[in-house]
């Protein structure tokens, strides 16, 4: 008995289904917040899943130039990243389904999976707006991923473990926004840019190169990447609730404070423009790092003194 209740919170709900549709959800949230904030009328509740329903029906077309085994299972492999990272996070203010020490550290790498993935399904093809899409890619990741690891040990050095579960708790009794405010504001801005949401998507400018590394993909490949980005929203806006605004103690706390986040993206994606490649990646690598590095230092200190 004992068995199917942990395949059934692995398969249905808090893991599984219930993510992937909390993940449709917050994705039609975010386009309705914009669109009312452009003044449009934007999706309504349904369009995303009727969105991927309908390309998971479709025929996935495979190009001549790719290579079969890469182009069909690199959104699979994304999509299980995705999924994975949510065994280790406290979704809907429960604990998590699994835990160890050091698994904050696994979790972070395990949403990697998704935009290396997307980079290498881009450059698996001759498409030169796939190939420009999968080095734009890339080339953020390597910018973001860094700056949004350290931005989330913050709390963790504060609690002194790395595991998500008991920072969870540490972090209930203690709002870190206040104390570490560097930190948030760079894992918020990071899970942006990791998530290519506006002004950091020219990975996949839909005005200059179509549809960035995934021009080539459609139906089922398509709909598995889109699934992934749900998911991964879903789980970056957890963990910054859960590291830097007093925890999730329970579902009502989880929506109200991950909405609230998803507002606030929202409105920034509403008031920033595009930047370009070399705007987006130029200087924030590096002092996006370094002053969450500073924040470091100055907690070690307040911690020895």
Avoid at 268 to 284: F, K, M, P, S
Wanted: aromatic content about 12%; glycine content about 8%.
């Amino acid at each position: 008995m004992e068995a199917v209740k942990d395949i059934l919170a692995l398969l249905v709900f808090p893991g599984g289904l219930f993510v992937v549709f909390a993940g449709m959800m917050y994705e039609w949230l975010d386009r309705k917040l914009v669109a009312r904030l452009q003044n449009r009328i934007g999706p309504r509740w349904f369009q995303p899943i009727a969105d991927t329903v309908k390309l998971l029906a479709k025929e996935e077309v495979l190009p001549e130039s790719v290579t079969p085994f890469f182009f069909v299972v690199l959104p699979l492999i994304a999509l299980a990243g995705a999924l994975t990272a949510v065994l280790y996070t406290p979704m809907v203010g429960l604990e998590p389904a699994y835990s160890f020490p050091g698994d904050l550290i696994v979790t972070v790498y395990m949403l990697s999976l998704l935009t290396l993935c997307i980079g290498l399904a881009g450059a698996n093809t001759r498409n030169r707006f796939s190939l420009v899409g999968a080095t734009r890619a890339l080339t953020q990741l390597f910018a973001y991923e860094a700056p949004f690891l350290l931005a989330l040990f913050g709390p963790a050095i504060a609690a002194g473990s790395w595991q998500i579960g008991e920072i969870a708790h540490y972090a209930e009794s203690h709002w870190f926004i206040f104390t570490q405010p560097i930190g948030f504001l760079v894992a918020l801005i990071g899970l942006m840019g990791k998530l290519e949401l506006p002004p950091f998507d020219s990975p996949e400018a839909e005005t200059e190169i179509v549809a960035g590394a995934l021009t080539e993909y459609s139906g089922r490949g398509l709909a598995i990447f889109r699934i992934g980005k749900g998911v991964e929203l879903v789980v970056g806006l957890t963990l910054i609730v859960t590291f830097y605004l007093g925890g999730v103690a329970n579902p009502i706390v989880f929506f109200v404070k991950t909405i609230g986040m998803l507002v606030v993206m929202a409105a920034l994606q509403t008031l920033l423009t595009r930047l370009r490649i070399d705007q987006t990646v130029g200087l924030w690598w590096r002092y996006g790092a370094l002053l969450v590095l500073l924040q470091w230092a100055v907690l070690i200190v307040v911690q020895i003194a």
